[in-house]
């Protein structure tokens, strides 16, 4: 790396981009990053660009009814803010399980999404909240911005709808009923300082006695943090029954594609979601 | 082979002083504490956030010194287990890792006193679970753990060693 910048603005933090010299990274909590580059996984960015100085990068705002997140927000800062415990609490519920106190000091939601490990643990609990991203490039030096539902940003391991010189800005969250309760569980081989070896979330609005909402998520079980549409199919608009529920069950174990590795198996992560979703859906319908 | 690049020069906090260097900017805050400000007490055990032994505060945070740039932290307050003695005094916390044999080779003591000290800033009463979890991030290999929790927990009680 031959040039560190720290810009304090989107519109500078861009513009910095086409004319950087060489390799250019964007950089946030470094979390993903660095021990790639000190441990030679991966070539030192020759430009890195520094996103933890823009303002309107961080910190948690209701907007009309919304919760927007800035991309730069520190898990712990997720973890223990008052409006997302409150109003999407499966969010910080995934942000407090990430590795360990000094980790989430650093990393931050937007570099989790972006870095888009199949694993990232903020993706499920995103997915179930049907969150948007807003994303930020420079066009004829002015600031451009769209928005791309979570379960499109996904593109493979690595990969996301990113274009070369665009900044993930935001991320946004309806705020729920009630009614609608959100769980989501990551399994590892010890309780902390774990990658997923597979992870699941339910989302439930079951009043009535009937499945009137509901959202599927898995992580570490495909390319891409999965959104579970066989599974919600199966379960909506009906009671919640041990046939409905097998169904779920089945529906899930078919519409992942988990691979073998260092962590697991395939027929293993196959069976471990079945388990999770199943417990996931008995504890919903007894509570 | 290295290619060598060109130092960049910043300047932040550290224990209270105020400290101006001149590092590589691939340099980690690891490396600017350890071979630049010679404060050795904060350990290099594994360089990717695993171990903990690394663990200072930085404005207040608790972090991993190897997974921050040093050029990150232009500006910024840091405080390191050299930091922690009061008038030539052991740290109250510092003493009761002593009293309670939560120190063998002490490797991981630093590290493990910072994300202690981190925890009892923001929560002086933590309860045992709590102290369990501020410490996910800090590795062992000597004292089973249970005897560092004893020391935390000493100090979360309001039971100094002094006392
Ligand atoms: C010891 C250890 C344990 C870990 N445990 C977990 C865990 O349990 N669960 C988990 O999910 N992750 C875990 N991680 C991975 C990592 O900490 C998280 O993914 C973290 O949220 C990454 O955020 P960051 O800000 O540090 O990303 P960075 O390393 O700064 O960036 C990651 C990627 O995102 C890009 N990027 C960052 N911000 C933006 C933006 N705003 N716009 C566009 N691109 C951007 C960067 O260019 C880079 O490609 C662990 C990492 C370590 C070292
Ligand atoms: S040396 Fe930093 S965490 Fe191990
Ligand atoms: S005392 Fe030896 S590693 Fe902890």
């Known amino acids: 790396m031959l040039a560190y910048h720290r810009p304090t603005t989107t519109e500078e933090a861009l513009a910095l981009l086409p004319n950087a010299t060489g390799t250019v990274s964007l950089y946030a909590g470094g979390t993903d990053l660095l021990p790639r580059w000190t441990r030679g996984i991966v070539p030192w960015a020759q430009t890195v660009v520094d996103l933890k100085r823009v303002?309107?990068?961080?910190?948690?705002?209701?907007?009309?009814?919304e919760i927007c997140i800035g991309a730069c927000t520190a898990m712990s800062?997720?973890?223990?803010?008052?409006?997302?415990r409150e109003h999407a609490p499966v969010l910080a519920e995934a942000a407090a399980r990430i590795a360990c106190s000094q980790i989430r000091s650093r990393g931050t939601i937007g570099g989790n999404l972006c870095n888009a490990s199949p694993a990232a643990d903020t993706a499920v609990p995103l997915i179930l909240l049907d969150a948007t991203l807003e994303l930020a490039r420079l066009e004829n030096d002015k600031v451009e911005r769209r928005?791309?539902?979570?379960?499109?940003?996904f593109k493979g391991p690595g990969s996301t709808a990113l274009a070369s010189a665009e900044i993930l800005t935001h991320i946004r969250v309806a705020s729920r009923p009630s009614t609608w309760l959100a769980k989501w569980d990551k399994f590892g081989t010890r309780p902390s300082m774990e990658i997923a070896v597979a992870s699941v979330g339910?989302?439930?609005?079951?009043?009535?006695?009937?499945?009137?909402?509901v959202r599927i998520g898995y992580g570490s079980v495909a390319p891409t943090p999965l959104r579970g549409r066989a599974a919600e199919e199966v379960l909506k608009a009906k009671p919640l029954t041990e046939e409905s529920m097998n169904q779920a069950v089945d529906a899930a174990k078919a519409e992942i594609s988990p691979i073998s590795d260092v962590r697991a198996s395939e027929?293993?992560?196959?069976?471990?979601?079945?388990?999770?979703?199943?417990?996931?859906?008995?504890?919903?319908?007894?509570s | 082979m290295q290619e060598t690049l060109e130092t960049v020069p910043f300047s932040c906090v550290v224990n209270g002083e105020p400290v101006t260097l001149a590092v590589s900017p691939r340099a980690t805050l690891l490396d600017a504490l350890r071979d630049k400000l010679e404060l050795t007490g904060s350990k290099y055990g594994c360089g990717e956030g695993e171990c903990g032994a690394c663990t200072v505060l930085l404005n207040g945070k608790p972090v991993n010194a190897c997974l921050v740039l040093a050029l990150e932290c232009s500006g910024t307050d840091i405080l390191t287990i050299e930091g922690l003695r009061e008038n030539g005094n052991l740290h109250p916390l510092q003493q009761a890792f002593v009293d309670h044999g939560a120190i063998q080779c002490g490797f991981c003591s630093p590290g493990m006193i910072m994300a202690a000290y981190a925890l009892l800033e923001s929560n002086p009463t933590p309860t045992k679970q709590q102290i369990e979890r501020s410490l996910e991030g800090n590795l062992c290999r000597c004292t089973g753990y249970r005897k560092i929790v004893d020391a935390v927990q000493s100090l979360a009680d309001g039971v100094t060693s002094h006392a």
């Open chain 1, 55 to 65: 303002h309107e990068l961080r910190g948690v705002a209701r907007d009309n009814g």
């Open chain 1, 77 to 84: 800062d997720i973890e223990s803010n008052a409006t997302i």
């Open chain 1, 147 to 153: 928005t791309v539902p979570i379960v499109e940003f």
């Open chain 1, 202 to 213: 339910l989302a439930l609005d079951l009043s009535n006695a009937k499945v009137q909402d």
């Open chain 1, 267 to 286: 027929s293993y992560r196959r069976q471990l979601v079945g388990v999770m979703l199943r417990r996931m859906l008995e504890r919903a319908r007894n």
